[in-house]
């Protein structure tokens, strides 16, 4: 289990170097923006980012919705995808589905928004994933999403969350506290992440990172006096 936060411009100017030394975090996530505007970049993200290369912390991102229809959130995920071109991230991109006035849309309207939005951060070569609450997740996604794609679930104040499928990540905090943030009153969202993120999109060549090549191995074998040798791939 490894230790994170998620943080945006609400947090401030965060001292990523305090965030490193506290111990306490193994990762962030990372407000790219929201809305369908690419003037809508968070603030903090372009900084936010830099300081985690610098200091070695793994991020992912995320983009916050307010789309009311497939098309409308088909334009988010594209202006995403600009806002987070040429940078490499070792978490997954995920969808922040959580405006009130989306889940009146109904279930089937917000399955299609879903995965209208996921497809084609997918397909743009990232590892792609849904940010959403117990309560909402459960009753407004079909399992086409919530199986399809990695889940990070937000349910806080309790010991344990109520969604009963899987998810990868557990946003279980809203109220951290963590050396070097000082933004939003000193609050900051705190997660637990069970799956190795960094060495699956890094195997699988995804969020900008070149696939390894696997290793090769010399070979020699004779048969009927004729001698022959090349390279195998390992498994």
């Known amino acids: 289990m490894l230790k994170g936060i998620d943080v945006s411009k609400h947090n401030g100017t965060i001292d990523w170097q305090k965030v490193r030394n506290s111990g306490s975090v193994d990762f962030a996530v990372l407000r790219a923006g929201y809305g369908k505007l690419i003037s809508q970049k968070d603030q903090q993200f372009e900084r936010n980012y830099a300081e985690c290369q610098k200091y070695g912390i793994p991020c992912g991102a995320y983009w916050y919705s307010y789309a009311k229809s497939v098309a409308e959130i088909q334009t988010e995920a594209r202006v995403f995808l600009e806002t987070v071109k040429g940078k490499q991230f070792e978490y997954p991109l995920y969808l922040d589905f959580e405006e ?6 109904g279930k089937a309207t917000c399955t299609a928004m879903a995965e209208a939005f996921l497809d084609i951060i997918e397909k743009a070569g990232y590892y792609a994933g849904l940010y959403c609450s117990a309560y909402y997740l459960s009753n407004y996604f079909d399992d086409t999403v919530r199986d399809r794609y990695t889940v990070w679930l937000a349910h806080v104040n309790v010991a344990k969350p109520t969604y009963t499928k899987a998810y990868d990540i557990w946003q279980y905090s809203w109220t951290g506290k963590i050396d070097g943030i000082t933004g939003n009153s000193g609050k900051v969202d705190m997660n637990y992440c069970y799956k190795d993120f960094p060495s699956v999109i890094k195997n699988a060549g995804l969020n900008g990172f070149q696939k390894p090549e696997k290793a090769k191995k010399q070979f020699t074998i ?11 791939e390992e498994n």
Request: net charge negative; proline share 0%.
């Open 100 to 105: 009130e006035s989306q889940f009146k849309l």
């Open 222 to 232: 004779t048969v009927d006096d004729h001698t022959y040798s090349g390279l195998l």
